[in-house]
């Protein structure tokens, strides 16, 4: 991942299911090719995200979809209960279907939620959710 914000990048963590960034207000996920995620195998990166953020810090999610993988959208429900101070969800796609998809996961979301094409684009939306709250 080559990006602008990469200079506030807290750390990196490559896990089983894929590597997630750590910022000081957003996490951005890179889900491996493949991976069928759900809230089992997602506790790893809960866990982190709790570590990072705990219940005040507020921070936006950022799924950067450069793989293709299979995604359970009511782990939605869980994870935002566990995470009060999540502020929004932005997914970036890089093809119609994967973009289709990312859509319908929106009617699972239960804060702001918006789909890019640049992960650029994403960062920027992220980080104005922030500013505003």
């Given amino acids: 991942m080559d990006s602008k914000a990469d200079k506030k990048l807290i750390k990196k963590h490559d896990l089983e299911i894929g590597s997630?960034?750590?910022y000081p207000n957003f996490m951005i996920s890179e889900v491996k090719e493949?991976?069928?995620v759900g809230f089992e195998n997602a506790q790893e990166m809960l866990a982190l995200a709790k570590n990072y953020y705990?219940?005040?810090?507020?921070?936006?999610?950022?799924?950067?979809?450069?793989?293709?993988?299979s995604f359970n959208p009511?782990?939605?429900f869980k994870t935002t209960a566990m995470f009060p101070n999540l502020k929004g969800y932005a997914v970036v796609t890089y093809d119609p279907m994967n973009h289709d998809i990312a859509q319908m996961?929106?009617?699972f979301m239960n804060k702001p939620a918006k789909?890019?094409?640049?992960?650029?684009?994403?960062i920027e939306w992220a980080e104005s959710l922030i500013v505003k709250d």
Avoid: C, D, M, W
């Fill in 34 to 36: 493949g991976v069928a």
């Fill in 105 to 107: 996961e929106q009617s």
């Fill in 115 to 122: 789909n890019f094409h640049s992960l650029e684009k994403a």
């Fill in 20 to 22: 997630f960034y750590f």
């Fill in 74 to 76: 009511t782990v939605h």
């Fill in 54 to 69: 705990g219940n005040t810090t507020p921070f936006v999610y950022i799924t950067n979809r450069i793989n293709s993988y």
